[in-house]
């Protein structure tokens, strides 16, 4: 009784750990098993996730969507692939991070990943003011279209070489139950709706 006491004490303390790391990245790939080729991921927080992975020709061997839930591990078994080195690229909304894989005869062994972070306009609603914050998304001209729950199009901004700037807008005065702020910049796209 004692040592399957000791061994449940282990087997929690190895799991615990995994999910300190997890907290402190927002995916963690790892080997699931030593001597196997399983890899597993965790991620911190609930998300969608688009998950690639290519030969080293750069085909695509495998793609999925994923709505990940927090601290919960995905696994995916790798024993079908010949020996070789992949990448695997996971994509969310604020950052892309590469994996490169070697699979070997009898194992997976998972390189330390390489992180793109993406910015991203924010958002913020305080009382009747909605703060939108361009945080330097651009270089050159950004455009803001804010429009209602129909999808009418209610007001429209271009910021030439303001990039940086904090705009504020007043929705006192619509009768609108919600607004969507969409941003474009010469290469990509951003939008997010706001309940009043």
Same mark, same amino acid.
């Given at each position: 009784?004692?040592?399957?006491?000791?061994f449940s004490l282990v087997i929690l303390s190895v799991l615990m750990v995994n999910v300190a790391k997890a907290d402190d990245m927002e995916l963690l790939v790892k080997v699931a098993k030593e001597n196997n080729k399983w890899v597993s991921f965790i991620t911190n927080e609930s998300q969608n996730i688009d998950l690639t992975l290519?030969?080293? &020709?750069? #085909?695509?061997l495998y793609e999925q969507r994923l709505k990940t839930v927090s601290n919960k591990f995905k696994t995916y078994d790798l024993s079908a692939l010949p020996v070789g080195l992949y990448t695997l690229k996971m994509e969310s909304p604020l950052k892309t991070v590469t994996y490169q894989i070697?699979? &070997?005869?009898?194992s997976a062994i998972v390189a330390v990943p390489v992180v793109k972070l993406f910015k991203k306009p924010s958002?913020?609603? #305080?009382n009747d003011v909605v703060t939108l914050n361009l945080?330097?998304?651009a270089e050159g001209e950004v455009q803001v279209d804010i429009y209602n729950e129909f999808n009418e199009k209610l007001h429209e901004d271009v910021y030439t070489n303001e990039a940086k700037v904090i705009k504020k807008y007043d929705v006192s005065r619509t009768p609108s139950r919600q607004? &969507?702020?969409?941003v474009r910049t010469a290469n990509q796209e951003f939008s997010e709706t706001i309940k009043l």
């Amino acid at each position: 009784m004692k040592n399957l006491f000791r061994f449940s004490l282990v087997i929690l303390s190895v799991l615990m750990v995994n999910v300190a790391k997890a907290d402190d990245m927002e995916l963690l790939v790892k080997v699931a098993k030593e001597n196997n080729k399983w890899v597993s991921f965790i991620t911190n927080e609930s998300q969608n996730i688009d998950l690639t992975l290519y030969s080293a &020709t750069d #085909e695509v061997l495998y793609e999925q969507r994923l709505k990940t839930v927090s601290n919960k591990f995905k696994t995916y078994d790798l024993s079908a692939l010949p020996v070789g080195l992949y990448t695997l690229k996971m994509e969310s909304p604020l950052k892309t991070v590469t994996y490169q894989i070697n699979i &070997t005869a009898d194992s997976a062994i998972v390189a330390v990943p390489v992180v793109k972070l993406f910015k991203k306009p924010s958002l913020a609603k #305080e009382n009747d003011v909605v703060t939108l914050n361009l945080n330097g998304v651009a270089e050159g001209e950004v455009q803001v279209d804010i429009y209602n729950e129909f999808n009418e199009k209610l007001h429209e901004d271009v910021y030439t070489n303001e990039a940086k700037v904090i705009k504020k807008y007043d929705v006192s005065r619509t009768p609108s139950r919600q607004l &969507t702020f969409v941003v474009r910049t010469a290469n990509q796209e951003f939008s997010e709706t706001i309940k009043l």
